[in-house]
């Protein structure tokens, strides 16, 4: 499945950019006066071959979670149990992510890839359409998951959390892979029931230092720079984080031009998911709009195994978290919003959606300068 995914991705169509920055100097508006919106649809007509390109509606939001090894080092404050309880109220509608679905209309998909303590019990917070992973088929999928009214559950388990990168690799060859797989389902899945652009979104405690490990491995930045202090860790433990990630480069040394070895070596199973739903959009010419410093780890690892992927990237937002700036550099990708975000579950995404949207409206609905009959300079 990935050797034909990466095989289906192509360069983005320069004829559909030529036709798109020529409709763009017809417009009602001085040229260029629409600044990144005018680049961003450019580049989304090259993605869909088209101008216009289709309108990025509905929206999906895909939040991959999972459980990290690492978390015995002390990298973070919060109780890892706090990874299944989040999927719970992720399904309630409660957390910050529903809010923004639901204002901006966008369908959410908890999967569940690696979790490692229990989902919640309540037969009521389980119930939209909990899956057994060995049913995972695009085919089978209901496609009322893009209800945007009930978020639902996809269990997809690799295995119960990654193992402590800081001693061994925490995930075998296999185990990315499956990952990556599960990405690759799911972005056909929601594709398939109609969804027109994603949304990446994560969730699982100290998830941000194998994020820094791989932002690291991918740009060659030092593992300061790729660090951050992830929900807010205080010095000494934000001191410690750092030394655990260099600490892990040294051990495993991962190779950057092996992107699957630099997942299993120091990657979670969201970050090898989110890599997955990446390169499923791009394979079906569908833009996925990153949310932050999770999902932009995960970019890099999408375009180390087809650089064609970046074309079909959104930068939602520029997260707090140093290491995100870092990649996005790397990717070439200037993010729409800089709201100094460090939340994670596809928030960052969620609110720089409208702007996408925007900038795909002006090719459809703006009128040309001779149709509205008004005076070119």
Same mark, same amino acid.
């Given at each position: 499945?990935?050797?034909?995914?990466?095989?289906?991705?192509?360069?983005?169509?320069?004829?559909?950019?030529?036709?798109?920055?020529?409709?763009?100097?017809?417009?009602?508006?001085?040229?260029?006066?629409?600044?990144?919106?005018?680049?961003?649809?450019?580049?989304?007509?090259g993605l869909a071959g088209a101008c216009p390109p289709p309108?990025?509606?509905?929206?999906?939001?895909?939040?991959?979670?999972?459980?990290?090894?690492?978390?015995?080092?002390?990298?973070?404050?919060?109780?890892?149990?706090?990874?299944?309880?989040?999927?719970?109220?992720?399904?309630?509608?409660?957390?910050?992510?529903?809010?923004?679905?639901?204002?901006?209309?966008?369908?959410?998909?908890?999967?569940?890839?690696?979790?490692?303590?229990?989902?919640?019990?309540?037969?009521?917070?389980?119930?939209?359409?909990?899956?057994?992973?060995? %049913?995972?088929?695009? !085919? @089978? &999928?209901?496609?009322?998951?893009? +209800? /945007?009214?009930? =978020?639902?559950? *996809?269990? $997809?388990? #690799?295995?119960?959390?990654?193992?402590?990168?800081?001693?061994?690799?925490?995930?075998?060859?296999?185990?990315?892979?499956?990952?990556?797989?599960?990405?690759?389902?799911?972005?056909?899945?929601?594709?398939?029931?109609?969804?027109?652009?994603?949304?990446?979104?994560?969730?699982?405690?100290?998830?941000?230092t194998p994020a820094a490990a791989l932002i690291a491995a991918?740009?060659?930045?030092?593992?300061?720079?790729?660090?951050?202090?992830?929900?807010?860790?205080?010095?000494?433990?934000?001191?410690?984080?750092? %030394?655990?990630?260099? !600490? @892990? &480069?040294?051990?495993?040394?991962? +190779? /950057?031009?092996? =992107?699957?070895? *630099?997942? $299993?070596? #120091?990657?979670?199973?969201?970050?090898?998911?989110?890599?997955?739903?990446?390169?499923?959009?791009?394979?079906?010419?569908?833009?996925?709009?990153?949310?932050?410093?999770?999902?932009?780890?995960?970019?890099?690892?999408?375009?180390?195994?087809?650089?064609?992927?970046?074309?079909?990237?959104?930068?939602?937002?520029?997260?707090?978290?140093?290491?995100?700036?870092?990649?996005?550099?790397?990717l070439g990708l200037d993010p729409l919003v800089d709201l100094?975000?460090?939340?994670?579950?596809?928030?960052?995404?969620?609110?720089?959606?409208?702007?996408?949207?925007?900038?795909?409206?002006?090719?459809?609905?703006?009128?040309?300068?001779?149709? $509205?009959? #008004?005076?070119?300079?």
């Amino acid at each position: 499945m990935l050797e034909t995914t990466i095989a289906a991705i192509r360069p983005a169509d320069e004829t559909a950019m030529a036709a798109a920055r020529e409709l763009h100097g017809r417009l009602t508006k001085p040229a260029g006066s629409l600044g990144a919106l005018e680049d961003l649809s450019v580049r989304l007509a090259g993605l869909a071959g088209a101008c216009p390109p289709p309108l990025p509606e509905p929206a999906a939001v895909a939040i991959f979670a999972g459980d990290h090894g690492v978390h015995a080092q002390g990298v973070s404050p919060w109780p890892q149990e706090v990874t299944a309880q989040m999927i719970g109220n992720f399904l309630a509608g409660g957390a910050v992510v529903n809010a923004f679905a639901r204002q901006a209309g966008a369908s959410v998909t908890v999967i569940d890839v690696g979790v490692a303590t229990p989902l919640p019990a309540d037969p009521a917070a389980l119930d939209p359409a909990v899956l057994d992973p060995a %049913a995972l088929d695009p !085919a @089978a &999928l209901d496609p009322a998951g893009l +209800d /945007p009214a009930v =978020p639902r559950l *996809v269990v $997809a388990s #690799v295995r119960r959390g990654t193992r402590d990168l800081a001693v061994t690799a925490a995930l075998t060859r296999d185990e990315a892979l499956a990952a990556v797989q599960t990405g690759i389902r799911i972005a056909d899945e929601l594709i398939d029931a109609g969804a027109r652009i994603l949304l990446t979104g994560d969730m699982g405690i100290g998830n941000t230092t194998p994020a820094a490990a791989l932002i690291a491995a991918f740009t060659g930045v030092d593992a300061l720079d790729a660090t951050g202090r992830g929900t807010g860790v205080d010095d000494p433990t934000y001191a410690h984080k750092v %030394a655990v990630v260099r !600490a @892990a &480069l040294a051990r495993h040394a991962p +190779d /950057p031009t092996d =992107p699957l070895g *630099v997942l $299993a070596a #120091v990657g979670g199973l969201e970050h090898a998911a989110l890599a997955g739903l990446i390169l499923g959009a791009a394979a079906r010419r569908t833009p996925v709009v990153l949310d932050g410093v999770i999902a932009v780890s995960a970019a890099l690892a999408a375009a180390a195994f087809a650089p064609d992927a970046v074309g079909a990237m959104v930068a939602g937002h520029r997260s707090a978290e140093p290491g995100a700036t870092a990649a996005l550099r790397h990717l070439g990708l200037d993010p729409l919003v800089d709201l100094g975000l460090r939340l994670g579950e596809g928030t960052g995404a969620l609110l720089a959606l409208p702007v996408v949207t925007g900038a795909v409206r002006v090719l459809h609905e703006v009128a040309t300068f001779d149709s $509205a009959g #008004v005076a070119e300079k």
